[in-house]
């Protein structure tokens, strides 16, 4: 549930009170089969049914320990993985019922960054290939015109020389240069969605602030919307319009990233935040705060009622056999917690 209710969009990217989010999962879940020891099926519900929306101009942070199904969420946004239940809508409208001309919009309008630059380039393709194949997508075809956009997306991305560049292979490029060209590459394709699956995490840290920036300021320069998914709340803190938290394939809490970060409601979120406020917060706040503990439970046996309870320092009998459903607090925060406010 978006905190920005009246904003939505337009092809275009200009909010308009009323009209559906850009992109949205409706109640989605997804359950992988696997194979297990001895050869035993497992069932692991990696989300269960989880809702998300993001609208232009806002950059929305996923946060949750691993395995709360941050990457699966991010997938089936992306089409890349399929729910097997819920929905994922564009502009309100389920992918399965859009025509080919509404899913071409849709594949060029939400793009990617994913974590690891080296595997989501090919090794083989020149990086003036692998950007040219992805501007003649959008209808570029001259040469002059591939060898100008080209240039202008590798000189945006802070790639100087440009021409150096689009002649090198992705292995003769360093990680942080290599995410340079990922992210180019997205942007070649104008979007008005990027989802960012850990985009810093594989960078050397000297260079993943510069990283950051260049997106940011795509998001804040295009009014674009941006699903970030990052382990860093320090970074969440810095970007982030509205964070959604995750917890064993649920949304645990969303809301305005400064009403998230001063009151959590969540006894999760709380513990999730506390790690960051060891470092840089009051003493008093440390103390209020639970640090979390104990293991994240397997995805292939999610506890009854509320999945967070047997880990939660204030649970009660309730919360082992009725799963709690999100609800709006007063302060216009989503929170899935019987003992929230
Ligand atoms: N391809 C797959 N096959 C089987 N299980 C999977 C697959 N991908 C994810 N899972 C399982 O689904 C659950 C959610 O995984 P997911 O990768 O979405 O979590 P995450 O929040 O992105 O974690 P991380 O922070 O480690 O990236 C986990 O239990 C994981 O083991
Ligand atoms: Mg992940």
Redesign the pocket.
């Known amino acids: 549930m978006s905190t920005r209710p009246d904003q939505s969009a337009t092809a275009e990217g200009v909010s308009i009170a009323g009209a559906p989010p850009p992109l949205a999962a409706k109640e989605v879940s997804v359950v992988?089969r696997?194979r297990g020891d001895f050869g035993r099926r497992t069932a692991?519900h990696?989300l269960n049914r989880t809702s998300i929306e993001v609208n232009y101009g806002e950059l929305v942070a996923l946060v949750?320990?691993?395995?709360?199904?941050?990457?699966?969420?991010s997938k089936v946004l992306l089409d890349l993985a399929s729910p097997s239940a819920g929905e994922v809508a564009y502009h309100g409208k389920a992918l399965n019922t859009l025509t080919r001309t509404e899913m071409r919009a849709y594949r060029n309008e939400v793009q990617v960054v994913f974590q690891d630059p080296a595997a989501s380039l090919n090794p083989r393709q020149r990086i003036w290939k692998c950007l040219a194949s992805v501007l003649e997508l959008r209808g570029v075809r001259s040469q002059l015109e591939l060898n100008e956009e080209i240039t202008k997306l590798l000189t945006g991305v802070g790639l100087n020389p440009a021409e150096s560049f689009a002649r090198r292979f992705p292995h003769e490029l360093s990680g942080g240069q290599q995410q340079r060209v990922a992210i180019a590459r997205a942007l070649a394709m104008k979007p008005r969605i990027v989802i960012a699956?850990?985009p810093l995490s594989a960078l050397d840290v000297s260079v993943q602030a510069q990283v950051l920036d260049l997106m940011i300021d795509h998001q804040k320069r295009t009014n674009a919307g941006y699903l970030l998914?990052t382990?860093d709340l320090n970074v969440v803190r810095a970007v982030a319009d509205r964070v959604v938290v995750?917890y064993l394939?649920s949304v645990v809490e969303m809301g305005d990233a400064e009403q998230i970060f001063e009151r959590p409601q969540h006894p999760y979120t709380r513990a999730l935040l506390s790690s960051r406020l060891s470092i840089d917060a009051s003493k008093r706040r440390i103390r209020d705060r639970p640090i979390l503990t104990g293991d994240v439970p397997?995805?292939t046996a999610i506890p009854s009622g509320c999945a967070y309870h047997p880990r939660c320092p204030i649970a009660v009998e309730r919360c082992s056999i009725d799963a709690p459903e999100p609800r709006v607090t007063g302060d216009g925060s989503s929170v899935a917690c019987h003992l929230a406010e």
Do not use: Q, W
């Open positions: 992988y696997t692991r990696a949750g320990e691993s395995g709360s199904g941050k990457s699966t969420l699956d850990e998914v382990h995750m394939g397997s995805t």
